[in-house]
C-alpha cells in the first residue's frame, strides 16, 4: 500500500479489485503448462532463497515475541529448512494436479441437434483473508492461481514479512512465465478498515474465503457483498454403536483426539450408545490418559467414570481444539444423531459401528460434510479425500463442501453449437 | 396466515421456517417412487378438479382487472383447460427426470483403503420469491420436493387464489403419498415485511431464490441472510462476425429477437462486424420490419440504416423485453467481445460465424452463463439444454449458473468407510 488515509481505502481496494479483474480475465485463458511451470520454478526459487526467506521470518518472530505472542502462535509463524521444502514440495504437488479449467464436466447432443457442453471455468478474483501462517500464502496463491482466479490475499500481520518475501519470489518466477503482474496481491496489513474496503466490491471480487476465529468469518459474512465460502468451526462428533468394535473405537478416538488437537476435523464430543457405555468408557478412559486428556461428561457418563468433570449446555457447543473430551451417553442412534443435529456444526461426524443398518441410518440422517464410517474424523482434509490442495473446509451447503480444493474454486458455462438452430 | 400485524411476522416467519426445516429432514430421505406418484396423482387431481382451479382463477383475474393491471400481467395469470392441462404434464415431466439425491458424483479408494464417495444431497429449505403466473407455483412447489428440498412459496399475490387451490389440490396427494405436510408451504402475499421475516432466518432457511424485477432481486440481496440464486436481467447479445453465413444469422436474430421478445433469453443489444455491416444490415432492417421491430443504433449503423433512432448509453444497457434492437458495428471480434464485457450481464450470448478461430475466441472470452454458437440465444433454458424443468436461470456464477433444475437445488456430502482407519 502506497497510500494512506482513510479516504483512500476504498479507491485503493477498487484499483486493487479492479487489476485483479483485469489478471482474471487473463488467467481464465492461460495454458495449463505455463501455469505448472510457474508452480514448479517457484518452488525452485523458494528453495534456492532459502536464507533470506529465514531472515524476513526471523524479523516477524521477534516482533511476534515482542508483541508477547503465544508459544503456539510463533510456532505457527516460525518456518525453518524443513517447512520451506514443505512448501516447495506442496506447490510441485499443485502442479501435479489436474487443471480444472476447461474441464468438460457433461456434455450431450439434444433432440434438435443443439450440442450442449457443460464447461468448466475459474470463478475470477478470490479474496482470502488468513490467519499467520506462511505456508498458506504460498498455497492460497498456487490454488487460486492455478484454478484461473486472481487473488487478493490479507494475511495475519504476523507473518507479513514472511509472506511478502514469498509472494515477492512467486511474481519473479509469474513474469518469466508471462503470468498476469496482478494475478496474486498481498495487501497491506495494518488497517482492519481494509477488509471492509474489499467486502464492499462485488463487482471485481467473485467470492470471500475467510479463514480464522469466529468473529473474522462472522464479519466477513455481515459485511460482504459477494458470495462467502466459510471455513468455520468444527464441532465433530465420534459416536459408538452398541455393535461396535472396541478396538476400533479406541483407536479412532485416540487419533482424532490426540493425533492434532488444534484443527478443525479434531474430535470434540463423544457419544456413546448407553448398552456398552459401562463396559467400554473404562478402558476409554485408560488410553486417553495416557495423553493427559481431560473428560467431561453426562451425569451418566461420570457414574462409569467419576473422575470426569461435569458437562455443561457449553460444553456439547465447545470446539474446543485442545486435550478436551466431553462425553455423553445415549439410549439410541437417534438419539445420537439428534445431540448432532443440535449441537454439531456440521463440519465431520464419525460412527463406529459393525451393525449395516445402523450404518445406513447414520450416514443417510446427518448432515455434515463428511461423515466418517469406522475412520478418524482427521480424514476430513483435501489431501486425504483425493482432491489434492485445498485452501480451506468449507463448512457451508452451498457451492462447495468440505475441502475446498481446486474444483471448489470453479464455476461453469454452456456452451452450445448449432448450424442456424432456431427455437420452435 | 393466521396471526397478524407486525409483532407476528417474525414469530410467524419463524415457525414457518422451523416447520419446513423439520419436512425437510423427512424429504432427504423419501423414496424416489414415492415422490414420483406425489406428482404423477397431483396431475391427476389438477384435471380432475379443472373447474375449481379455474372458478379460483377467475376470482384473481377480476381483482386483478378491477386493481387495472396491464393486459400482459393478466394474459400471464389467467389459467384455461389447456394451461392447467400444461401443468400437469409439466408435474409428469418432473416425475420422469432421475432422482438427484443420492446420486454418487464421485468416489474412489484412497491408497490407505479409506472408501471416499461423494453423495449428492438436498440443500434444504428454499424461500422461493416469484411473480404471479400460477404455473410457477406448481413447477417450484414440484421441483423442490422432488430434489428433495422443502420450500416455502411466496407468490404475487393477484395469483393468490390460483395458487391456493393448486397448493391445497397438491397438499391432498402428499398427505396420501406420506409426504410431510410442511414440505411445500404457501405464505400469505399481503405483508411485504414477510420476505423481509423470511430473509432473517439462515437457521430454518438454506437458500432464497428470488425471481422477478431488479427492484426485488436487489432487495433480497441486501436483505438475505442466506446464499442468494438470482434469476436477474437478461441483457442479451448476438454477435455476427464478417465469416458469418447471412441467412443463419437472419434466422437467429429474428428468433432471437421476435419469437417471445418479453423473456430473459430473448435479444436486446446486435453486434456487427464492420467487414459486412452495409451488406448485411439492410437485409436485416427488412427482415425485422415484418415484425415491427424499432431499431436503435451507433453513428455508422444510422449512416447505413437512416430511419433507426440514434442509441444512448442507456440502450447499451437495456433489457428491452420488447420489441427494441440496439445495433453497434464493431471494427473486430475483440470490440464485440469487450462490449459484451462492459455491457452485458452474463446471461446469453450468441456468436454467428464459420471462421473456428473467432468461434474459439469467442466462447472462451465471453462469460457468460451460456454461450451460444450459430444457435439462438432462446435456447438458454432448462428444457433445451437437457435439464428438464427449472426454478429459474441463474445469472450468478457461484453455486448454480444458467437453468437452475434439479441438481441445481442440491449439494453433496462426503461419505468415508474405513476398517478402523486411522490417520498417521
Known sequence: MTESGPLDIERYCRETGRRAREASRALAELSTERKNAWLRDSARSLRAHLSRILAANADDVRR?????EPPAMIDRLKLDEPRVEGMAKGLEAIAALPDPVGEVIEGSRRPN???????????????????????????????????????????GKEAMHSSRVLVDLMAVEAERHEIPPFAVQLVGPAERELVGGFLRQPEFIDVAIPRGGTGLIERVVAEARMPVIRHHDGNCHVYVDSSADFDRA???????KCQRPGVCNALESLLVHDAIADRFLPRLAERLAMHGVELRGCQRTREILPTALEATEADWRAEYLA???????????????????????????????????????????????????????????????????????????????G????RELTSYKFVCVGDGLIRS
Open 323 to 401: 486435550l478436551i473430551l466431553s462425553i455423553r451417553i445415549v439410549d439410541s442412534i437417534d438419539e445420537a444423531i439428534e445431540h448432532i443435529a443440535h449441537y454439531g456444526s456440521k463440519h465431520t461426524d464419525a460412527i463406529v459401528a459393525n451393525d449395516v443398518d445402523a450404518i445406513r441410518r447414520f450416514t443417510a440422517r446427518v448432515d455434515s460434510a463428511a461423515v466418517m464410517v469406522n475412520a478418524s474424523t482427521r480424514f476430513n482434509d483435501g489431501g486425504e479425500l483425493g482432491m489434492g490442495a485445498e485452501i480451506g473446509i468449507s463448512t457451508d451447503k452451498f457451492h462447495a463442501r
Open 250 to 256: 479406541l483407536a479412532i478416538i485416540d487419533n482424532a
Open 64 to 68: 511476534a515475541r515482542d508483541a508477547g
Open 113 to 155: 441437434g443443439l450440442e450442449v457442453t457443460r464447461l468448466r471455468v475459474p470463478l475470477g478474483v478470490v479474496f482470502f483473508v488468513y490467519e499467520s501462517r506462511p505456508n498458506v500464502t504460498v498455497d492460497a496463491a498456487a490454488i487460486c492461481v492455478k484454478s484461473g482466479n486472481a487473488v487478493i490475499l490479507r494475511g
Open 403 to 406: 475441502p475446498c480444493g481446486l
